[in-house]
T-cell receptor, first 109, second 118 residues
Framework: GQNIDQPTEMTATEGAIVQINCTYQ??????LFWYQQHAGEAPTFLSYNVLDGLEEKGRFSSFLSRSKGYSYLLLKELQMKDSASYLC??????????WGAGTKLIIKP | GAVVSQHPSRVICKSGTSVKIECRSLDFQATTMFWYRQFPKKSLMLMATSNEGSKATYEQGVEKDKFLINHASLTLSTLTVTSAHPEDSSFYIC??????????????FGPGTRLTVL
């Protein structure tokens, strides 16, 4: 079956760094997405990885290893506004997104 | 960047009535749009895939006669919740695939529509 796993909840301190992991097993692979979702709002796109390696966008970076079925989202210099849920999603062979349940990130002062 | 709008953002209706939600891609053409439903504290649940000019593909367990989807143009898809009941109250989110972004195949999400059925 198809499965996306990510931690349910993480806590980090303002100004610190946090890494949110995502492992996947899907029928086919056409890229992995990370989305940020604040409570009550629709998800917003953060990153897309289809090749192995690290993609950096400002304070956020995303890493992919296709052979390991593994990705992580790295958030640096954490700010209180980064408190949100982070969704990992994989596009399968039909380009349909398979979603993880999301990781709730709590930032403490 | 690519923008997807939804209208209305919030709607409250009486049980038994029908509600139409519009999803528009404002600055790109979307041959494929997706409709999601999100329950509190849960991830998005794909309801159906909407393809321009053809019938929507519904996920297992989603009633196609209750959730009518029409993708009339490359920039507009509509979801109509027919004979709404309180259990249909939820956050409905659409997304559109921007094929013009080369191989990225990114989905851009609309802001969502919160439906409350009394």
């Amino acid at each position: 079956g198809q499965n996306i796993d990510q931690p349910t909840e993480m806590t980090a301190t303002e100004g610190a760094i946090v890494q949110i992991n995502c492992t996947y097993q899907t029928s086919g692979f056409n890229g992995l997405f990370w989305y940020q979702q604040h409570a009550g709002e629709a998800p917003t796109f953060l990153s897309y990885n289809v090749l192995d390696g690290l993609e950096e966008k400002g304070r956020f970076s995303s890493f992919l290893s296709r052979s390991k079925g593994y990705s992580y989202l790295l958030l640096k210099e954490l700010q209180m506004k980064d408190s949100a849920s982070y969704l990992c999603a994989v596009a399968d062979s039909n380009y349909q997104l398979i979603w993880g349940a999301g990781t709730k990130l709590i930032i403490k002062p | 960047g690519a923008v997807v709008s939804q209208h209305p953002s919030r709607v409250i209706c009486k049980s038994g009535t029908s509600v139409k939600i519009e999803c528009r891609s404002l600055d790109f053409q979307a041959t494929t749009m997706f409709w999601y439903r999100q329950f509190p504290k849960k991830s998005l649940m794909l309801m159906a895939t909407s393809n321009e000019g053809s019938k929507a593909t519904y996920e297992q367990g989603v009633e196609k006669d209750k959730f009518l989807i029409n993708h009339a143009s490359l920039t507009l898809s509509t979801l109509t919740v027919t004979s709404a009941h309180p259990e249909d109250s939820s956050f409905y989110i659409c997304s559109a695939r921007d094929l013009g972004q080369g191989d990225s195949d990114t989905q851009y999400f609309g802001p969502g529509t919160r439906l409350t059925v009394l």
